[in-house]
């Protein structure tokens, strides 16, 4: 018999909340790009799943359970595809100098481990300017940056990522389980797919909405469903209505959690938690799409699935997972020729 278990939101409803963890984020405003890195205390076991067609990513492969290395050094989130890996190196320098890494044998040498993914957000106005160049310099001011609070929306990496044709950007959300079981994510919308039913102000995420952190998104719009009508056709809240060229979207997110699972398991975690883009964004993992959903874990909490159900625990990554995409799209602020959720449910009112 599977006990009751009560299920409420982290105290500061961040990936935060999973002790180890902190979240930097730096902008380039003229260019409207960005990057977001997870700082942590100490080393954590992670593991990786990549579902889209196009990803932009680095020490994606290494993560994988057949692979040596269990434990990396912090996550780099970025904007500008294949330019923006290079904040990646950035990270990788200033860990070294803390003596952070994997150690080599008995040689005092340590080499850090830091998985980068990252969005495709050039433009026609930014790609010029764009080089790798840039994405070291905001790397190091996120390094400089990182804290255990931090802002929603159009922040980081998420300051030019777009969902569907709404403005997207960076979402986290936590999840506790019981009194001691914490599960964390964030992530960073830029998707082909939509975020919003056709026809109304909901977010597909609305359904699994904690404490109104999304602004009480079902509750306040849901009149907007007595002239629902279910739509195949979802072209024109999608990027599919501008033709969408292969790397220009992505949704890559980090799921975290103090439970002690292996690699194998952080693997099989990631890949089950792939569901939960799927209830927020419409259509998900596309071939245009690089998505990446990489897991970790500070080992602090024994797992034994007498306490809980596996699969359970994916459920609730899950559903962590979806609540943070909502919350990157509701907190998004409107840009110049780009439209933010709020403003159109505003609008509407």
Known sequence: MIKK???????????????GIEVGNAENTDLHTGVTFLKFN???????????????????ELLQPKNTVEFIDGVSLSGG???????GSEYVDTLKLENRGFKINDTGQSIPIVPCAGIYDITEQNYS????????KLAHEAYLNSNKDFLLGNSGAGIGAVAGIHKGGLGSASSKIGNDVIIGAITIVNSVGSTVIPGTGLLYSSMYEFDGEM?????????????????????????FHKEPKERQNTTISVIATNLDLSKLELYKLAKMSTSGLSRAIRPAGTSLD?????????CQRNYNEK??????????????LT????????????????KAIKDIIAKKE
């Open 5 to 19: 278990v009560n299920i409420t939101i982290g105290k500061k409803n961040l990936i935060s909340d999973v002790e």
């Open 307 to 320: 306490d809980y159900n596996f699969s359970f625990i994916c459920s609730v990554a899950s559903d962590t």
């Open 290 to 298: 690089g998505d990446i959903v990489i897991t970790i874990s500070n």
């Open 129 to 136: 300017n764009i080089s790798s160049s840039i994405y070291k």
């Open 81 to 87: 595809s294949v330019f923006g890996l290079a904040a």
């Open 323 to 338: 609540r943070a995409i909502g919350r990157a799209v509701y907190n998004a602020k409107s840009t110049k020729g780009l």
């Open 42 to 60: 100490d080393k954590f076991r992670a593991s990786a799943y990549s579902f889209g067609g196009a990803p932009a990513s680095c020490e994606i």
């Open 215 to 239: 602004g009480n998104n079902l509750s306040e719009n849901f009149r907007d469903f007595e002239h629902y009508q279910y739509q195949p056709n979802i072209i024109e809240t999608t990027k």
